[in-house]
């Protein structure tokens, strides 16, 4: 069986519970990490390939293990090109110059302004370019997100069609070839789900906010580490910034029980589905809402964004258009909630043309519509986690439960930081000795041949000396 290293925090098949999550952080600070991850670990999950996660682990000097114990590395990313990431690129070039495996990169895409302009030039191009020319000498085709990003390397000398292709999403393929928004009847007293970034614009946020008031029961879904922290345990809060967003754990969107924080997707889907609407400034949780089937509002406010709602036809309503006076009512009539399904399947066979290009395996060769999975069966035996609800509305035996588990996982995680330093001292010690016991061996060597040469040094000196007696004996 073939085994094929992944970037990602975590596998669906791991049943991580939210305290060895707020823990360890293995949703990589955003859990909609795990949606696009999701989509890879279930397309390429067969009977002949498994998928290993590396746990964000990123060292160039785990090139040898790697080249060892894997056939493939696989790393999906999101707005990786991005000045904070630079670093990661960096490495990962110097990673993937070392390994001697296939490297793919499924989604990849650029930050980039609202209204990205073509040819512009970014402080992360010199590490772009190398992270790019490494992968491409490891691999057939690099996927990007969507046109900006393809756009982008273009410009940077690399050629579409030939390096690189748009595949939107992997996320968005998640669940097969085709797509199908259920038909809702959205009213004041529909039960709609809300997602929202701190990061956006205060229009955005102010909208947002009062469009939540429009409806008597609604979700709340947030999806930074810093939240899953504040849901499970109560804080600490987010540092105040004074925009309208729940902050505290004090805010009526805690305290009103609204908030729901998913650990996975199955019970990510299974809370969406219940949902009449989404809507919200979240990337993937709005795209969580759209495979899940639910009629879904994204707000682009950013070029990433933007690409991909253009890629995937996503519901939108655009960011920098939103005033004042925007309704969510006059959004929602005007809205064709089923416009991703017209682009889905021809999306689909395009990520699958992709796959096939680099050579990857994939659950739907021999046909576009399996019954089931290699990932749905193993899924099966997972006991996934619930949604988190938020610690201030919870009992206090289950607030006691919450701390406790994040306790033990806090324990575990420093018990293996310090079996890791141990070992690695361990190993130290043992290189040490090795060394000594090498230029020992070298010292020995040394001196034997300095006396082998201090010989050979006198015989030849004693031989010539010989000689320039008998030559002076024969002058007389």
């Keep these: 069986m073939k085994k094929i ?67 493939g590395y696989i790393i999906p990313l999101a707005d990786a ?64 997100r969507g046109q900006i990003t393809s756009d982008y390397l273009t410009g940077l000398g690399f050629q579409e069609g030939v390096d690189h292709m748009p595949i939107g999403c992997p996320s968005m393929y998640s669940f097969g070839r085709d797509l199908k928004i259920r038909d809702t009847n959205i009213t004041k007293d529909s039960l709609v789900s809300i997602n929202n970034s701190r990061l956006s614009p205060d229009n955005v946020l102010n909208f947002i906010d009062r469009s939540r008031h429009e409806f008597g029961n609604y979700y709340y879904i947030p999806q930074w580490l810093k939240e899953l922290k504040m849901t499970y345990l109560g804080g600490p809060d987010l540092p105040s910034q004074n925009k309208v967003y729940p902050e505290s754990v004090l805010d009526e969107y805690y305290t009103g029980d609204h908030v729901r924080y998913p650990v996975n997707i199955p019970t990510w889907m299974e809370l969406l589905q219940e949902v009449d609407l ?88 021999e046909t576009m519509y399996p019954k089931t999975t290699p990932f749905d069966e193993k899924i099966k035996n997972v006991d996934i986690p619930g949604v988190v609800t938020p610690y201030v509305t919870a009992p206090i035996d289950e607030q006691v439960r919450r701390w406790q588990a994040f306790n033990d996982a806090e324990n575990a995680r420093t018990e293996r930081r310090v079996k890791r330093e141990m070992a690695a001292k361990k190993n130290d010690a043992a290189k040490i000795a090795a060394y000594k016991q090498e230029i020992e061996r070298l010292n020995k060597k040394v001196k034997f041949q300095e006396n082998t040469l201090n010989r050979k040094a006198v015989k030849a000196t004693l031989g010539l000396a010989d000689k320039v007696a008998k030559l002076r004996g024969n002058k007389k």
């Design 5 to 71: 290293l992944m970037r990602s925090g975590m596998s669906p098949l791991n049943n991580f519970d939210p305290a060895h999550i707020a823990s360890t952080n293995s949703i990589g600070g955003n859990v909609g990490n795990l949606v696009y991850a999701y989509g890879i670990y279930r397309t390429l999950t067969t009977e002949d390939v498994m998928i290993v996660s590396d746990y964000y682990r990123l060292n160039p000097k785990d090139a040898d293990m790697i080249n060892a114990n894997y056939d």
């Design 278 to 365: 989404s809507f919200g400034a979240r990337l993937h949780g709005n795209i969580a809402a759209t495979i899940a089937g639910t009629p879904s509002i994204i707000l682009p406010k950013d070029g990433r964004m933007r690409e991909l709602t253009d890629y995937h036809q996503l519901n939108n309503y655009w960011g920098p258009d939103i005033t004042e006076d925007t309704n969510i009512w006059d959004i929602i009539e005007q809205s064709d909630f089923h416009k991703p399904e017209k682009v889905a399947n021809e999306n689909f066979d395009r990520f699958i043309g992709f796959l096939n290009k680099n050579n990857l395996d994939h659950a739907y060769k």
């Design 81 to 144: 090109f991005r000045p904070d990431f630079i670093g990661h690129l960096e490495r990962y070039a110097e990673l993937i110059n070392k390994l001697t495996i296939p490297v793919y990169v499924i989604g990849v895409g650029a930050r980039t302004p609202f209204d990205a302009q073509k040819g512009a030039k970014y402080e992360f191009d010199d590490a772009t370019k190398k992270f790019v020319k490494a992968v491409l000498n490891k691999s057939a085709m690099i996927g990007v």
